[in-house]
Structures are given as structure tokens and as C-alpha cells.
């Protein structure tokens, strides 16, 4: 993926933070976003030190647009990519740039004009209070904002929602897709940057990664804002690619976070909840076709042997998720991670 950057970087005199504000820098990636990110830049308020205008090989040329309407504007920066890399490679550019130019925070932004440039204080103040390394928008949190959301987004973002609380382990977030987050500088340079997905599964494979950290993440109420514009997730992604990235994010996740880095009981009860579940279903199986096959009735013994496993294994596999939904990460991590800015 090359990338250069069309407008020079700013002065060594503007990573300084004035006071203890922190440096901000919002990321935006953009395709095919012409007609709305002149006012998506317009609505970013001065306490935002740099925006990164990241132009991922858009057809209808917004880098362009954007400096020709903000070369006044120091802090505006338009990076291109020579071929599209997707909004998850157009925002890890954007980290990227904002980490070489020592931003504290960093939000993302995307450039459709869907979310509101004015709530980035709101965004951002968990992480400058110290109560979370990374924030997101929650478009589901004020109802009466939904009757602008389409049917169709509700209901796939609802059933989303339920599979990322189970491959993220952040049983207390919703709406997972929403690409309006911040996240401290900290966070960021321990993140696998390389590993992270490219494409629309970006913002859930983020929270995966995160989790795997045990970063405090934390949801902000955001109103949902839908005009004109069309959605470039597909159907085939929706119901058959997402499903699946998050079944291996969830093994992933499991093997991670109870085997390799821990052991505790709820590992015990994972492993033996399944064992048995699965002996049982197996079991009852064979018997049921030989029984079947010499038109026989199963004992009560046999019938007892089948389904006590599956019984017992149940509560476990229950004792296991009741445990992992009160594992949340609960103590942020990015005061107590090395400041390892140049």
C-alpha cells in the first residue's frame, strides 16, 4: 500500500499540547465522499490540532476537493493511496500519520456526513477523564433517533451487535459498526495495526483486538443522521463473511483470553461443558440409529447416559458465559502503558 502526503507536516511548534489539553487528531477516510466532506471539515472545531483527509484511490478524486477549499488550513492533510485498501487500511494510514505527529487522541471520522463533527468533545471525554482507552458512537441509545435509520440497518445492526458481543467479549457495547470512535495514542502502538481487518469488518475486528489488550471501551449515545446516501455493504458480507470473521474471532478470542494468557475455572467449564455436551449428543446418536435400526426401545439407563452429559454440560457452557459477560475489562490501560512517543 503507498501512500504519500500531499500537504507538508505541521510545525515541530504544533505538537506541543497548550496546557493540559490533549493533541487531537481525526482521521476521515474517503471514497467517494465529494459532495459531503467539505462540510464534514467545516463542522471539526479548533481544539482539533490535525485531520487527515485520507483519499483511499477515490474515483471522484475528494483529496482533490479537499485542498482546493482548505489550502489556508494548517491542519488539513490529504494522504493518497495508489489503490483502494478499504476504510480499515484508510484509517490505520490515518493513525499512522496522527502517531508520527505525536496526537494523544485520535478520532475517526468517516466523511459521508452521517455522524455529527460537533460531538467529538462528547466522544473523546471518557478517554480525557481516564474512564476508558477507547470510545465509539452508539446510534441505538436515543430511540427517538432511530426512526430515521432505515428497517434494514436496524434489524442487520441488531443481529451484528449480538454476534460482536460474542467474538469481542464486550458484552456491554452495541451498535459495533459504528465507525465514530476515538482512541488514546497509548492503545494504538500496542494494536497489531497489520493484523486488522481492511474492509467493512474493520470497527468489529478493532474490538476484538482491543479486547484481546483488555482495553476499557466505553459506548457514547450519538444521534443517527441518514440522507441520500447508499451503504457499499453487500449482501454475501452481511449474511455469510461476517458471521463467519466473527465464529473465528470468537475461537480466537476464547484461546487467547482463558488458555494462553489465563486458566480459571470458567476455562474448566468451557472445556468440560463442551466435552460433555458434545459425548452426549454423539452418544445418543449411535444409540438412537442402532435402536432405530432394530426397531428396539432404549433403556432408561441408556437414555439417562445420553442426556445427563448433555444436561450437565449445558450449565456449564452457562456458568462459562455468565462469567465471561462480567469479565468486561473494567481499568483502562493507556496511564499505565509506556509513552513511547519519538
Given at each position: 500500500?503507498?501512500?504519500n502526503?500531499?500537504?507538508?507536516?505541521?510545525?515541530?511548534?504544533?505538537?506541543?499540547?497548550?496546557?493540559?489539553?490533549?493533541?487531537?487528531?481525526?482521521?476521515?477516510?474517503?471514497?467517494?465522499?465529494?459532495?459531503?466532506?467539505?462540510?464534514?471539515?467545516?463542522?471539526?472545531?479548533?481544539?482539533?490540532?490535525?485531520?487527515?483527509?485520507?483519499d483511499?484511490?477515490?474515483?471522484?478524486?475528494?483529496?482533490?476537493?479537499?485542498?482546493?477549499?482548505?489550502?489556508?488550513?494548517?491542519?488539513?492533510?490529504?494522504?493518497?493511496?495508489?489503490?483502494?485498501?478499504?476504510?480499515?487500511?484508510?484509517?490505520?494510514?490515518?493513525?499512522?500519520?496522527?502517531l508520527?505527529?505525536?496526537?494523544?487522541?485520535?478520532?475517526?471520522?468517516?466523511?459521508?456526513?452521517?455522524?455529527d463533527?460537533?460531538?467529538?468533545?462528547?466522544?473523546?471525554?471518557?478517554?480525557?477523564?481516564?474512564r476508558?482507552?477507547?470510545?465509539?458512537?452508539?446510534?441505538?441509545?436515543?430511540?427517538?433517533?432511530?426512526?430515521?435509520?432505515p428497517?434494514?440497518?436496524?434489524?442487520?445492526?441488531?443481529?451484528?451487535?449480538?454476534?460482536?458481543?460474542?467474538?469481542?467479549?464486550?458484552?456491554?457495547?452495541?451498535?459495533?459498526?459504528?465507525?465514530?470512535?476515538?482512541?488514546?495514542?497509548?492503545?494504538?502502538?500496542?494494536?497489531?495495526?497489520g493484523?486488522?481487518?481492511?474492509r467493512y469488518?474493520?470497527?468489529s475486528?478493532?474490538?476484538?483486538?482491543?479486547?484481546?489488550?483488555?482495553?476499557?471501551?466505553?459506548?457514547?449515545?450519538?444521534?443517527?443522521?441518514?440522507?441520500?446516501?447508499?451503504?457499499?455493504?453487500?449482501?454475501?458480507?452481511?449474511?455469510?463473511?461476517f458471521?463467519?470473521?466473527?465464529?473465528?474471532?470468537?475461537?480466537?478470542r476464547?484461546?487467547?483470553?482463558?488458555?494462553?494468557?489465563?486458566?480459571?475455572?470458567?476455562?474448566?467449564?468451557?472445556?468440560?461443558?463442551?466435552?460433555?455436551?458434545?459425548?452426549?449428543?454423539?452418544?445418543?446418536?449411535?444409540?438412537?440409529?442402532n435402536?432405530?435400526?432394530?426397531?428396539?426401545?432404549?433403556?432408561?439407563?441408556?437414555?439417562?447416559?445420553?442426556a445427563?452429559?448433555?444436561?450437565?454440560?449445558?450449565?456449564?457452557?452457562?456458568?462459562?458465559?455468565?462469567?465471561?459477560?462480567?469479565?468486561?475489562?473494567?481499568?483502562?490501560?493507556?496511564?499505565?502503558?509506556?509513552?513511547?512517543?519519538?
Open positions: 500500500m503507498a501512500a502526503v500531499a500537504v507538508e507536516n505541521a510545525d515541530e511548534s504544533d505538537t506541543e499540547v497548550s496546557g493540559n489539553r490533549p493533541r487531537l487528531a481525526v482521521v476521515i477516510p474517503c471514497y467517494r465522499v465529494s459532495q459531503q466532506i467539505l462540510s464534514v471539515i467545516r463542522g471539526i472545531g479548533p481544539d482539533v490540532s490535525l485531520i487527515y483527509c485520507i483511499d484511490a477515490c474515483p471522484d478524486g475528494s483529496g482533490q476537493v479537499v485542498e482546493q477549499h482548505f489550502q489556508n488550513d494548517s491542519r488539513v492533510h490529504v494522504v493518497r493511496h495508489e489503490t483502494n485498501a478499504g476504510v480499515g487500511g484508510a484509517v490505520v494510514t490515518g493513525y499512522l500519520q496522527a508520527r505527529e505525536r496526537a494523544e487522541i485520535i478520532i475517526k471520522l468517516d466523511g459521508d456526513g452521517q455522524m463533527p460537533a460531538e467529538i468533545e462528547l466522544l473523546i471525554r471518557p478517554i480525557v477523564e481516564g476508558a482507552d477507547y470510545a465509539k458512537g452508539n446510534r441505538f441509545w436515543r430511540l427517538e433517533g432511530l426512526r430515521s435509520m428497517w434494514v440497518r436496524l434489524i442487520g445492526s441488531a443481529g451484528m451487535s449480538f454476534l460482536s458481543k460474542l467474538s469481542t467479549g464486550y458484552w456491554n457495547l452495541f451498535d459495533p459498526a459504528n465507525g465514530f470512535t476515538a482512541i488514546h495514542a497509548n492503545v494504538v502502538r500496542e494494536l497489531p495495526l493484523k486488522l481487518s481492511r469488518f474493520f470497527e475486528d478493532m474490538l476484538f483486538r482491543l479486547n484481546t489488550l483488555q482495553a476499557v471501551v466505553v459506548d457514547v449515545p450519538m444521534m443517527a443522521r441518514y440522507a441520500d446516501e447508499t451503504s457499499g455493504l453487500n449482501v454475501w458480507n452481511a449474511l455469510v463473511a458471521p463467519l470473521y466473527h465464529a473465528r474471532n470468537f475461537v480466537k476464547l484461546f487467547y483470553n482463558y488458555f494462553l494468557r489465563n486458566f480459571t475455572f470458567a476455562s474448566i467449564s468451557l472445556v468440560a461443558g463442551a466435552v460433555m455436551v458434545l459425548f452426549g449428543f454423539v452418544f445418543g446418536a449411535i444409540q438412537w440409529t435402536l432405530a435400526r432394530n426397531r428396539e426401545f432404549a433403556s432408561s439407563g441408556t437414555v439417562m447416559l445420553a445427563l452429559p448433555v444436561i450437565l454440560g449445558v450449565q456449564l457452557l452457562l456458568s462459562f458465559v455468565s462469567s465471561d459477560m462480567t469479565n468486561v475489562p473494567r481499568d483502562p490501560i493507556h496511564n499505565r502503558l509506556p509513552d513511547r512517543r519519538d
